[in-house]
Nanobody, 123 residues
């Protein structure tokens, strides 16, 4: 049974940084690309970043490009999202997810999701 567990969320000031982790268990981690999505209150879930199975290819939403970095450690079955230069509009619940596609920004391409971790950025 696959399980994705996010951690690292919390409160940050604008301009600050946070690092999210997504620990995966059940299934072969290297068989999946990984993605991060976020959902703010009253908003739809939106794509943030994705990384392919090897970690060599990444893809970002325009809103986070240059500020966020997605990575993975296949030896630790863990994906990460380093978030720098945070803005109040980054406030949301952040979810990690896995996909069998090579790399994808469509939430429908992901077949397992974590429970989410809250990120709040104060101005």
């Amino acid at each position: 049974q696959v399980q994705l567990v996010e951690s690292g969320g919390g409160l940050a000031q604008a301009g600050g940084s946070l690092r999210l982790s997504c620990a995966a268990s059940g299934g072969t981690f290297t068989s999946y690309s990984m993605g991060w999505f976020r959902q703010a209150p009253g908003e739809e879930r939106e794509f943030v970043a994705a990384i392919d199975r090897s970690g060599r290819r990444t893809y970002y939403a325009d809103s986070v490009k240059g500020r966020f970095t997605i990575s993975r450690d296949n030896a630790k079955n863990t994906a990460y999202l380093q978030m720098n230069s945070l803005k109040p509009e980054d406030t949301a619940v952040y979810y990690c997810a896995r996909s069998r596609t090579i790399i994808d920004d469509r939430w429908g391409a992901y077949d397992a999701w974590g429970q989410g971790t809250q990120v709040t950025v104060s101005s």
